[in-house]
């Protein structure tokens, strides 16, 4: 058969399995992106069967799939709302980093990973999922929650903080010098603070460049500007997720909104592939070995991201179910953190079992974040006294 006919065959069995998937997901109410992975890890190496001659465009998908996952995200926050969340959370924030940060850094250090291993794990353990935990909300009617403004206040934090980890990490792991590093850091910082600074002056222009009434255009325009601006974004080495980020705080308005429900689709399409594409360059004979690791990891985490959530929402007078419903949560991670060990994985600067090690502990934690928001509140019903049951 000729190799473009098994490779629209094996596209179409990829693209046709992450839809079953999605549903079953759907179905049984968690995330889908646990199942993603187990699907990639099913078809990839050392799984029932390998995919041959798609690896080109699955590799270019999965980078197309971070750029959407992080414009989208942007494109949730304006400048304004960063900066005030910024203002409000930064105590917050800073204790997060420290909880949920040092458990990762810890493992790595304890398996022999060295401090590059390290500074990739504590991001990993690190960042909540804001897909995961938005979808959560949304799905268990807590939007309008008294502690919700705290949760987006952390996520926004974390964004923040991830908008200076990520150009560092790509830094560290090209293995540029002290020097070279301090330099990206700095490119980074200045990208950082210019693009805020435009967004609060002149974000309605940066709306006007890409909006139009003709659908067509308007979506050419957006993935287009997404792109140029990854790539541009990776050029600087600021990363290219940060500067998809970065373009979705820069539209705001009704363009925003826009942006949105257009490209939603397209996110959840190449995401998909993002995930699948992960699970197809893990190992899943490495997995069993760091299984007891990741479970270890994930109920550390989880404690760690409730305290957060607590710490949190109590600075802001929240009462204490608020409080717990705050920091369960923020328990789930996801797609940043797959993002995190894929950049470490990929440029060969860390050890393979890092990807099985993240792969596990993100399956587990997908799965135990949604878990955790729906039953800590009939949980802590049953043991706080009857006047700090109140939010």
């Known amino acids: 058969m000729h190799d473009t006919a098994i490779s629209l065959i094996e596209l179409g069995a990829v693209f046709f399995g992450l839809g079953i998937l999605g549903r079953l997901a759907w179905k049984i109410g968690v995330s889908p992106i646990p199942l993603y992975l187990i699907g990639g890890l099913a078809f990839g190496?050392?799984?029932?069967?390998?995919?041959?001659?798609?690896?080109?465009?699955?590799?270019?998908?999965?980078?197309?799939?971070?750029?959407?996952?992080?414009?989208?995200?942007?494109?949730?926050?304006?400048?304004?709302?960063?900066?005030?969340?910024?203002?409000?959370?930064?105590?917050?924030?800073?204790?997060?980093?420290?909880l949920n940060a040092v458990p990762g850094a810890l493992v790595a250090l304890l398996l022999g990973w060295g401090p590059l291993g390290a500074f990739t794990m504590a991001g990993v353990t690190y960042i909540s999922s804001s897909g995961i935990v938005a979808k959560v909300l949304g799905d268990l009617g807590r939007l309008g929650n008294r502690e919700t403004?705290?949760?987006?206040?952390?996520?926004?934090?974390?964004?923040?903080?991830?908008?200076v980890y990520l150009p560092i990490l790509t830094a560290v792991l090209a293995g540029v010098s002290f020097l070279g590093g301090l330099t990206a850091v700095g490119v980074s910082l200045v990208v950082i603070t210019?693009?805020?600074?435009?967004?609060?002056?002149?974000?309605?222009?940066?709306?006007?460049?890409?909006?139009?009434?003709?659908?067509?255009?308007?979506?050419?325009?957006?993935?287009g500007a997404a792109l140029l601006v990854a790539g541009i974004a990776s050029e600087l080495q600021v990363s290219a997720a940060v500067g998809s980020f970065l373009l979705g705080i820069a539209i705001s308005g009704s363009t925003a909104a826009n942006a949105t429900r257009m490209l939603e689709p397209l996110r959840d399409l190449f995401a998909a592939l993002f995930?699948?594409?992960?699970?197809?360059?893990?190992?899943?004979?490495?997995?069993?070995?760091?299984?007891?690791?990741?479970?270890?990891?994930?109920?550390?985490?989880?404690?760690?991201?409730?305290?957060?959530?607590?710490?949190?929402?109590?600075?802001?007078?929240?009462?204490?179910?608020?409080?717990?419903?705050?920091?369960?949560?923020l328990v789930a991670r996801?797609?940043?953190?797959?993002?995190?060990?894929?950049?470490?994985?990929?440029?060969?600067?860390?050890?393979?079992?890092?990807?099985?090690?993240?792969?596990a502990y993100v399956l587990l934690?997908?799965?135990?974040?949604?878990?955790?928001?729906?039953?800590?509140?009939?949980v802590a019903r049953m043991f706080l006294p009857s006047q700090a049951k109140k939010a």
């Open 194 to 223: 210019l693009v805020l600074v435009v967004a609060l002056r002149f974000g309605k222009y940066v709306s006007a460049l890409v909006d139009s009434p003709d659908p067509e255009v308007f979506l050419l325009r957006l993935l």
């Open 45 to 98: 190496t050392g799984g029932l069967i390998t995919l041959h001659g798609i690896e080109p465009f699955t590799h270019l998908a999965s980078e197309i799939g971070v750029v959407l996952l992080l414009l989208l995200l942007g494109l949730e926050y304006s400048a304004g709302e960063l900066v005030t969340g910024l203002r409000r959370s930064w105590l917050a924030g800073v204790i997060d980093i420290v």
């Open 275 to 329: 995930f699948v594409v992960f699970g197809l360059n893990t190992d899943p004979s490495q997995i069993p070995p760091v299984l007891p690791v990741a479970l270890l990891l994930a109920v550390a985490t989880c404690v760690t991201k409730v305290l957060t959530g607590w710490f949190a929402a109590r600075m802001q007078g929240v009462g204490r179910m608020g409080r717990l419903r705050a920091g369960a949560a």
């Open 365 to 378: 934690m997908a799965i135990l974040g949604p878990v955790a928001a729906r039953v800590v509140e009939p």
């Open 334 to 359: 996801g797609e940043f953190s797959i993002v995190i060990a894929g950049l470490a994985v990929a440029s060969g600067a860390v050890p393979g079992e890092l990807a099985a090690l993240a792969t």
């Open 149 to 163: 403004p705290v949760i987006l206040s952390i996520l926004v934090f974390e964004d923040l903080a991830m908008a």
